[in-house]
């Protein structure tokens, strides 16, 4: 009923090359930090690490309410869109 899992030659090689393309990985990222300028590197120490308060309100809850004029919603764009149309008037 069971069988046994026959493992073909090529298979060892499998997590010699999964180690090879993570070491790979990291020798490149270490490079690249380690020749990194000084300019870059002073410039890359003093983004933010978090969004400031006055960016992005914890909750849409505190958020100031929407004038229809703001890109982040369709206020605007849905107010066209189920505004009743005018009559069409015959020109003749």
């Known amino acids: 009923m069971f ?17 090879v393309l993570t070491l790979a990985v990291f020798l490149v990222m270490l490079l690249r ?3 990194m300028r000084r300019e870059r590197c002073q ?14 309100p914890a909750s849409p809850a505190m958020r100031p309410p929407c004038n229809g004029q703001c890109a982040e919603c369709r206020c605007a764009r849905d107010n066209l869109l ?11």
């Open 82 to 92: 189920s505004a009743p149309k005018p009559p069409l008037t015959d020109p003749s």
């Open 3 to 19: 069988r046994r899992v026959i493992i073909e030659d090529w298979h060892q090689y499998l997590p010699l090359i999964g180690f």
């Open 43 to 56: 410039a890359l120490a003093q983004l933010p690490l978090e969004e400031p308060e006055w960016a992005a």
């Open 33 to 35: 930090a380690l020749l």
